[in-house]
């Protein structure tokens, strides 16, 4: 993935959440209050754990970009649920995204352009046809029947991951109808919005990319437009 600083730059943070006893501890303690009780609403001990690790990991991660304590670091939630700065902090003008996939949690965070992420586990799920066939446009559901069935696993979450990460810079979660946009996906084609609404994805004002976070894993970003888009990872 290129690599290049600049304030336009989106930098994406690949972080593991299984994590022992003590780093757990250390994690719980940077939560808030209302962070602390949602953890304790999960029903199962891997998804309570998991959770805590990765707000802890966020609010660090957020900390250290904007100078301050992890734990003062505030957040609200826009009307369908996307985490954002208080408005306290919000003059930064950073935003961020976050997606987890099991034990993995991927972050992006920019100045002054609205970010989206998502991570999923590439494998055969066997009603994976029907899915595309109900949840793709109909220029990529067509594109993904045509596939060979071996293509078909990484395509479909390719397609998936770069759907769901233009839904999620946009905040919208699935209320946004997800036939108004075309992205690529097919083998050897490079990520990309091919199209939104009746705008052309060159023209529409965000920038698509993929990327591997990790052995079996797929991942994408879209970003706002900015002079010369570029990504920063680090593990
Ligand atoms: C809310 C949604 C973002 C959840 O996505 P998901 O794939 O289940 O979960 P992810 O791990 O990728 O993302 C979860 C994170 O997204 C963020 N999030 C929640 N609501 C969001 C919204 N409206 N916009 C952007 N980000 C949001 C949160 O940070 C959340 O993490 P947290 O709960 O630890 O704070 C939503 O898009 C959704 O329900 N998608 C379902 C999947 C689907 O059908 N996709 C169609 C693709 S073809």
Redesign the pocket.
Known sequence: MPACGGAAAVDVVVTRLDVGPGALRASAALLSQEERHRAGRFAFECDRRR?TV??AR?RQLLAARLDIGADSVELV??E????ALARRVAASNLRF?????DDVAVYAFAFGREV?????AVRVIPDADDIAAR??SRRESEAYRALDPSDKPLAFFS??TR??AF????????SHP?DRFDVSFEPGEPARILRVDSTPGDRCGWTLYSFVPGPGLIGAIVAQKAIPGTIREHN
């Open positions: 959770f990765a707000r966020l939630y826009g369908r649920g996307k985490p995204s976050v997606s987890h996939c989206g992420i998502d991570v999923e949840m793709f397609c998936w759907k769901e839904i999620k810079a946009l905040g919208d979660g699935l997800l």
